[in-house]
Nanobody, 114 residues
Framework: QVQLVESGGGLVQAGGSLRLSCVASMSTFSFNAIGWYRQAPGKQREFVATISSDGRPNYADSVKGRFTISRDNAKKTVYLQMNSLKPEDTAVYYC????????WGQGTQVTVSS
């Protein structure tokens, strides 16, 4: 059974940093792109960043220069380093892979106070 388990969220002041992790129990992890999405209260889920199977990142304009996505294929884990956090980054963060587009984890809450 494939699972995505996110962790690393928390409460941080504006300007602070957090590092999110997502462990994917997929035998094909290293062959697939994987990414991060977020959903703020009352808003639709939105794209944050993805990383291809060969390590090429892609970012939403709103996080470029502040967030960095990376992956460790041996650990089947994707990371999201978030720096210079803003209150508008407050959301539940999820990881997702096009290999299983219907599959979402429980998410991890990120709250940025002003």
């Amino acid at each position: 059974q494939v699972q995505l388990v996110e962790s690393g969220g928390g409460l941080v002041q504006a300007g602070g940093s957090l590092r999110l992790s997502c462990v994917a129990s997929m035998s094909t992890f290293s062959f697939n792109a994987i990414g991060w999405y977020r959903q703020a209260p009352g808003k639709q889920r939105e794209f944050v960043a993805t990383i291809s199977s060969d390590g090429r990142p892609n970012y939403a304009d709103s996080v470029k220069g502040r967030f960095t996505i990376s992956r460790d294929n041996a650990k089947k884990t994707v990371y999201l380093q978030m720096n210079s956090l803003k209150p508008e980054d407050t959301a539940v963060y999820y990881c997702n892979t096009p290999a299983y587009p219907w599959l979402w984890g429980q998410g991890t809450q990120v709250t940025v106070s002003s």
